[in-house]
Each structure stands twice: as structure tokens, then as C-alpha cells.
């Protein structure tokens, strides 16, 4: 990809004299003639290198390098001086410019600082973006382009103290990008509260929110403080925000905007400090043109917005996936490495996934359960395909993998010695028989 330079100066003349030198060697050009134009652009445009006149009519280069410097993630700054300027431009490099050349400059000396800029600048990316590889590698598996460039966004808003309203299907990792979000945040040592907004009534989810006063309604033996205070210094989550109450959303809306909550039944109202993500796999958009959701808390949340897309739109996730859910299980179950055949991964690779990373997750814990001596076979491929999406391994079903992962592991351990493994199980050789035939294993483990 081409480097894109945007080129600040008043005068018209250089600014085509810089086009042409740069364009020549294989570079984009934007350009801007003065400071408040450069902003405009730069909100507009993504630059990788600024280069800038120090004087100016309007906002000048040295004011305009005083606004990037409070922003987020602002491109690389070479500064261009009069000559005998060159004190002032020293001064700008204090103030965070990159490098500097003189008017009338030799092209030579230009293209050498500006492939110096352009270099480091490439170099600062592919840190940052490995970096923030890394810290979401803590909490979710990936390889794709697709989450490597979420990675990048939560990396990036992670240490920033805004709201974060995260979108996309059910079962694409929503909760665990706010949880990477809080890890890396400057409120990890302090409370992460939960509250699915989808799971209680109106009346009761404003109860758990906003806490209430003793005898506030029937059943409300004791005050409470509610989630809100509860997750003070700290970050509440709200998720399947799409769902909550429109009046519920109203007084939401009355602690984002003041910082203050009042409980049900009593008229004070008590400071708050909190950072709120919200999840949905709802459209909020028709949402709000609908009328369902109040556009006023929409634009609240919507501070910085995260989109997780489903597992079909990043095929290149899958099979690492499944050898992280492989051997999750697998040591779950007690079952040693668990092999899949080569048939098998293709099928569960091709597949799409209408319930995303947790269907696929569910469809291997099952084949993992069922699999006998350590192999996953076709008629196990089979029996996961024909299961609902959500649905997972019951409880018997779990309780019934674990013991047959643990008979597997005793028998390996006693090296096939039916009542030393009986012993170490605390069971008799019988029932040991029993669960071996039940099983269907063939005693060596």
C-alpha cells in the first residue's frame, strides 16, 4: 500500500513542487493550506506522514502540531522553515515533530527525511498492531485480518475512558472483547459487574440497576445498592442492552449524563463514577427509528462502537479454533489428545455457522465427550450435526464424560490393572466392569 502524505502550506507553489517530488516516488498525496484545513482532512482521511509550513496565516504549523499532540494516534510530523528559521524548528521537534528540512529544500535531502518518517512510522504500526494482537490473544483465539483489526480497537480504547457499545451476532465473543476491554483499562483492579438486561422484568432489572430503599415495593425487606454502586471505580457491562426497558433506558441515560444515581424508593441521589460498555446483537439503528430505543442514550453509547462478525465472515479463524476447543475438552474431560481426523476438521471448517464460535465450540465438546479411545469418529461428526445450535451437553451427558475421562486416565495410570484402578477410584472391580462395558471401552485406556 502506498504511503499517504498530506502536504500543510499556504503557498500553492509548494505544495506542487512537494506533490510532484513525492507522487514520482510512489506515494499518495493529500493536501491542506492551513492548520484548521489540515484537522478537517486528517478527520476525513487516514495519513501516514504530515508535512507542514511553520508560518502561516490561521492556525500556523507549530499550533497545529500543539492540537495533534493531543490526539490519539496522529501521523508522524515533518516540519518545513524558512532558512534561518532553523531555531524554530528545533522548538518543533521538542514539541514532537519528527524531522525538519529549510526552504528552498534539494529534493534529495526532502525524499531522505521523508523515507526515514514513513519507515519509523510503518515500524510503529506493526508494533502497535502486534501488540494489540497480544493483548487480546489473553482472552480469545484468532488469526483472522477480520480480529486483528478488532484487536487494534480495543487495544487502542482500552487505557481510554469511554463508553464502548460492542455489536454483532450472538455467540461471535462480545462478552470477552469487554472483558480484554476491562483488563487493559485503568479500572482492571476494580469492580467488573454484569447485568443482562434480557433476563429480568422492567421493575426488577430497575431494582438491580439503580439498587433500592428498604419497603420501596413488596418484597423489599432490605435496601440494596443496585449494580450501578456496585461497580463504582470500577466498569459495568450491560449486555443485550437492545432489550432494556424504553423508561428503565431513561433513567440510564440520567446517571451517563450526571453521574448520579437514585435508588427506587428514596429521593437522594449518590455519585457514581463508572465506565459502561453495553453488547447487543440487535439492530439499534431501527431501533431508534422505530422508536424502541432512545436516541438520546443511542448516541451516548455509541461513543466508540466495536462490530464482532460472525464466524462465516472469518473462515481463517476456524481451524485454530478447533484446536483450541479440542484441547480445552479434551483436559476437561480427563481424556489425554483427543485425535481428529483430517475428514472431520474439513467438515466442521466448511461449515456455517448460524450460532458462531459457541455452536462450533459445542459441536466439538460433544464429538470430544463422545469420542472413544481417544478419536473422534464419522458417526460422532454426524450426531453433532444433527443437534440444535444451542444446544450443548447436558448435564448427564457432562457428568457421564468426565467419569469416563476419569476410568480412562485410571486405567492408564494402573497400565490396565482393572483393580488397582478400581482402588485408586474408590469403587469396586464390579462396578469398575460395569462402566467399562458401559463406556464401551476396552480396559487398556
Do not use: W
Not at 529534493?107 to 519507515?119: F, G, K
Request: hydrophobic share 45%; net charge negative; charged share 30%.
Amino acid at each position: 500500500m502506498k504511503p499517504v502524505i498530506l502536504v500543510v502550506d499556504d503557498d500553492s507553489g509548494v505544495r506542487y513542487t512537494l506533490r510532484e517530488i513525492l507522487q514520482e516516488s510512489d506515494m499518495d498525496v493529500i493536501e491542506a493550506s492551513d492548520g484548521l484545513q489540515a484537522l478537517d482532512v486528517l478527520a476525513k482521511t487516514h495519513a501516514d506522514l504530515i508535512i507542514c509550513d511553520l508560518a502561516m496565516p490561521g492556525m500556523d504549523g507549530m499550533e497545529l502540531l500543539g492540537t495533534l499532540a493531543d490526539m490519539p494516534q496522529a501521523p508522524k510530523t515533518i516540519m518545513i522553515t524558512a532558512h534561518g528559521s532553523e531555531q524554530r524548528a528545533v522548538q518543533a521537534m521538542k514539541l514532537g515533530a519528527y524531522d525538519y528540512f529549510a526552504k528552498p529544500f534539494d529534493i534529495d535531502e526532502v525524499m531522505s527525511v521523508v523515507n526515514r518518517a514513513v519507515s519509523f512510522a510503518r515500524m510503529d504500526q506493526e508494533n502497535e498492531q502486534l501488540r494489540a494482537q497480544l493483548q487480546l490473544a489473553k482472552h480469545m483465539v484468532f488469526a483472522s485480518d477480520a480480529m486483528k483489526h478488532i484487536a487494534l480497537l480495543v487495544y487502542r480504547v482500552a487505557p481510554r475512558d469511554v463508553t464502548v457499545l460492542i455489536t454483532g451476532p450472538s455467540g461471535t465473543g462480545k462478552e470477552r472483547v469487554a472483558q480484554a476491554i476491562v483488563a487493559a483499562s485503568k479500572r482492571a483492579e476494580n469492580p467488573f459487574v454484569k447485568f443482562n438486561c434480557a433476563a429480568v422484568t422492567r421493575d426488577l432489572a430497575d431494582a438491580e440497576l439503580f439498587g433500592h430503599a428498604k419497603g420501596a415495593f413488596t418484597g423489599a425487606v432490605s435496601s440494596r445498592l443496585g449494580l450501578i454502586r456496585e461497580a463504582d471505580k470500577g466498569t459495568l457491562l450491560l449486555d443485550e442492552i437492545g432489550e432494556m426497558d424504553i423508561n428503565t433506558q431513561g433513567k440510564l441515560l440520567r446517571v451517563l449524563q450526571e453521574g448520579k444515581v437514585r435508588p427506587v424508593g428514596e429521593d437522594r441521589e449518590i455519585a457514581v463514577d463508572v465506565r459502561l460498555i453495553a453488547a447487543t446483537n440487535s439492530d439499534l439503528d431501527e431501533a431508534v427509528a422505530a422508536g424502541r430505543f432512545r436516541e438520546d442514550l443511542f448516541y451516548r453509547l455509541n461513543v466508540v462502537r466495536i462490530h464482532m462478525p460472525a464466524l462465516s465472515e472469518r473462515p481463517d479463524d476456524i481451524p485454530i479454533l478447533i484446536d483450541h476447543f479440542l484441547q480445552k475438552h479434551s483436559e476437561r474431560f480427563g481424556l489425554g489428545q483427543v485425535v481428529m481426523p483430517p475428514f472431520v476438521r474439513a467438515k466442521l471448517a466448511s461449515d456455517h455457522y448460524s450460532g458462531n464460535v459457541r455452536q462450533l465450540e459445542n459441536r466439538i465438546e460433544r464429538m470430544v465427550a463422545l469420542s472413544n479411545n481417544g478419536v473422534i469418529d464419522h458417526e460422532l461428526l454426524d450426531e453433532s450435526f444433527d443437534q440444535s445450535q444451542d444446544e450443548g451437553l447436558g448435564l448427564k451427558q457432562r457428568v457421564e464424560a468426565f467419569e469416563r475421562g476419569l476410568i480412562i486416565k485410571a486405567m492408564r495410570q494402573c497400565k490396565g490393572n482393572r483393580s488397582e484402578a478400581a482402588r485408586r477410584l474408590a469403587i469396586g472391580r464390579v462396578t469398575l466392569l460395569d462402566k467399562i462395558k458401559k463406556y464401551k471401552l476396552d480396559g487398556s485406556g
